[in-house]
């Protein structure tokens, strides 16, 4: 990064500029997202403890099918700003109908992976007071997975063409109609019965399909697209853009799957220790993933970047807008760590009312401030990397590092050495910090050279053709 700034001053502002305008909307739309799941805590939370920590495992739970199915449909994006960059726009419209196909058969497993998750809570030990309140929260919100999957499959189409204001407008649509479907279902508003955790399933169900019906509006009757024919016709399902999709999206799955696997499976074990740590993990984890979608929002972007620049050929601009990516986020990690270390009990004091709760969040958000850094950089590296194309990697790099080094040393520490929650949130740091090295280490390499140019645009033959 510094022999960047050295070469060229100009450019790096530029590319600081572009990646900004592109992130903006993104990040406003991650953090809806999250705005979403904070409310469930909220309103959760004040209603009684007991549907607080059900909602929070049923949540978590929700994340280990929701992550899968959103990263296969993660695919899209690089593969349409690639389209965009080398003017291949005939195809994109082909590819995203292919993409709507495999976004109805991943929302039938997720659908009845959520409907059946009760092995895995008994697997896992869950409170069997939680287990009947976790399970109606996650039959209801099963009936979402269809809304998930074809919103993510319209915001990769967006995404992928550098048009990112649609993911920050639906967010933020998506968050303002279920603050009150919330309120409504929890507590038993307007003649419905007060449904606890079954009613917060339902209102996110509810707002999910909204979400989509209201973004396919928008783009059916929008000038934006007008010349790509989205839904002018819907071929039949066509096997060669499905594994190219399919190809990218696995590993993607993968990989998002093994860090959520970790901070799931993490809050999973957690409740074990009873309702304040899992009311105290729940919180810290929240605000954290609140400020992860800083730098999350600026790995998507920077996936479009070099998509962008790997599209048209051009090497110089792939490292550009991947260092770029990383100086920007060592900036938002640094105000997200700041807060957690300086402000843990105002912050957790924002959650709970409990007092045995506060405390134990305060001191859990001292140790999230501490893997602020290593989580921006493993996030924006996987981003940038993503915008070559190279997934299969980063897969295996995550594995190792959230399995093979996070979670022996986080359940070691919270059981064997008797850390308890703060043993687990140790081996999280240590997790994210073999990542972010790895994975940082992947990018220097592939951008070395040529590495990168036989994982750029795929043949015409492998894209289904234009109608």
Same mark, same amino acid.
């Given at each position: 990064?510094?022999?960047?700034?050295?070469?060229?001053?100009?450019? %790096?502002?530029?590319?600081?500029?572009?990646?900004? #305008?592109?992130?903006?909307?993104?990040?406003?739309?991650?953090?809806?997202?999250?705005?979403?799941?904070?409310?469930?805590?909220?309103?959760?939370?004040?209603?009684?403890?007991?549907?607080?920590?059900?909602?929070?495992?049923?949540?978590?739970?929700?994340?280990?099918?929701?992550?899968?199915?959103?990263?296969?449909?993660?695919?899209?994006?690089?593969?349409?700003?690639?389209?965009?960059?080398? #003017?291949?726009?005939?195809?994109?419209?082909?590819?995203?109908?292919?993409?709507?196909?495999?976004?109805?058969?991943?929302?039938?497993?997720?659908?009845?992976?959520?409907?059946?998750?009760?092995?895995?809570?008994?697997?896992?030990?869950?409170?069997?007071?939680?287990?009947?309140?976790?399970?109606?929260?996650?039959?209801?919100?099963?009936?979402?997975?269809?809304?998930?999957?074809?919103?993510?499959?319209?915001?990769?189409?967006?995404?992928?063409?550098?048009?990112?204001?649609?993911?920050?407008?639906?967010?933020?649509?998506?968050?303002?109609?279920?603050?009150?479907?919330?309120?409504?279902?929890?507590?038993? #508003?307007?003649?419905?019965?007060?449904?606890?955790?079954?009613?917060?399933?339902?209102?996110?169900?509810?707002?999910?399909?909204?979400?989509?019906? =209201?973004?396919?509006?928008?783009?059916?009757?929008?000038?934006? %697209?007008?010349?790509?024919?989205?839904?002018?016709?819907?071929?039949?399902?066509?096997?060669?853009?499905?594994?190219?999709?399919?190809?990218?999206?696995?590993?993607? =799955?993968?990989?998002?799957?093994?860090?959520?696997?970790?901070?799931?499976?993490?809050?999973?074990?957690?409740?074990?220790?009873?309702?304040?740590?899992?009311?105290?993990?729940?919180?810290?984890?929240?605000?954290?993933?609140?400020?992860?979608?800083?730098?999350?929002?600026?790995?998507?972007?920077?996936?479009?970047?070099?998509?962008? =620049?790997?599209?048209?050929?051009?090497?110089?601009?792939?490292?550009?807008?991947?260092?770029?990516?990383?100086?920007?986020?060592?900036?938002?990690?640094?105000?997200?760590?700041?807060?957690?270390?300086?402000?843990?009990?105002?912050?957790?004091?924002?959650?709970?009312?409990?007092?045995?709760?506060?405390?134990?969040? =305060?001191?859990?958000?001292?140790?999230?401030?501490?893997?602020?850094?290593?989580?921006?950089?493993?996030?924006?590296?996987?981003?940038?990397?993503?915008?070559? #194309?190279?997934?299969?990697?980063?897969?295996?790099?995550?594995? %190792?590092?959230?399995?093979?080094?996070?979670?022996?040393?986080?359940?070691?520490?919270?059981?064997?050495?008797?850390?308890?929650?703060?043993?687990?949130?140790?081996?999280?740091?240590?997790?994210?910090?073999?990542?972010?090295?790895?994975?940082?280490?992947?990018?220097?390499?592939?951008?070395?050279?040529?590495?990168?140019?036989?994982?750029?645009?795929?043949?015409?033959?492998?894209?289904?053709?234009?109608?």
């Amino acid at each position: 990064m510094p022999q960047i700034l050295s070469l060229d001053r100009a450019r %790096f502002a530029r590319e600081i500029r572009a990646t900004v #305008k592109l992130a903006l909307p993104l990040i406003a739309g991650q953090l809806s997202a999250v705005g979403m799941s904070a409310v469930d805590v909220a309103l959760a939370g004040h209603y009684n403890a007991h549907t607080l920590a059900a909602v929070a495992v049923g949540a978590n739970v929700w994340v280990l099918g929701l992550v899968s199915a959103v990263g296969v449909m993660m695919a899209l994006s690089p593969s349409v700003a690639q389209l965009d960059g080398a #003017k291949r726009h005939a195809q994109i419209g082909p590819l995203f109908r292919q993409a709507l196909w495999l976004a109805a058969a991943l929302s039938v497993l997720l659908w009845f992976g959520a409907r059946h998750a009760g092995p895995l809570l008994r697997l896992i030990g869950v409170d069997p007071t939680l287990t009947d309140d976790v399970q109606a929260f996650l039959h209801a919100l099963s009936w979402g997975a269809p809304g998930l999957c074809g919103y993510f499959a319209l915001r990769g189409l967006c995404e992928g063409s550098s048009w990112t204001r649609p993911t920050m407008l639906f967010g933020m649509f998506g968050l303002a109609v279920l603050v009150p479907l919330d309120w409504i279902m929890i507590y038993g #508003k307007f003649g419905f019965p007060a449904m606890g955790a079954r009613g917060a399933g339902i209102a996110n169900a509810l707002a999910l399909w909204l979400q989509l019906l =209201a973004f396919v509006a928008y783009l059916r009757f929008g000038k934006r %697209f007008r010349h790509l024919d989205l839904f002018a016709r819907m071929e039949r399902p066509d096997w060669h853009a499905l594994r190219h999709l399919l190809w990218i999206g696995v590993p993607m =799955a993968v990989t998002l799957l093994m860090e959520a696997g970790l901070f799931v499976i993490s809050a999973l074990l957690i409740s074990r220790l009873g309702t304040v740590a899992i009311d105290g993990h729940q919180i810290a984890i929240n605000v954290a993933s609140v400020t992860f979608m800083l730098p999350l929002g600026l790995a998507l972007a920077v996936t479009v970047r070099v998509g962008n =620049a790997a599209g048209r050929g051009d090497a110089s601009a792939v490292r550009y807008a991947g260092y770029t990516g990383v100086a920007l986020t060592l900036a938002t990690q640094a105000v997200s760590a700041a807060l957690m270390v300086t402000i843990p009990h105002a912050i957790a004091h924002i959650y709970s009312g409990d007092p045995r709760v506060i405390a134990l969040a =305060a001191q859990l958000l001292i140790l999230a401030g501490i893997f602020q850094f290593s989580d921006g950089i493993q996030v924006v590296s996987n981003g940038a990397l993503r915008g070559l #194309k190279d997934t299969r990697m980063p897969m295996l790099i995550t594995a %190792f590092a959230y399995w093979g080094v996070g979670m022996p040393t986080g359940a070691w520490l919270a059981f064997g050495a008797g850390w308890g929650v703060h043993g687990m949130w140790v081996g999280m740091i240590a997790g994210l910090t073999a990542a972010a090295v790895l994975l940082f280490a992947r990018w220097i390499r592939q951008t070395r050279g040529d590495h990168w140019r036989h994982l750029a645009v795929a043949p015409a033959e492998e894209l289904p053709p234009p109608a």
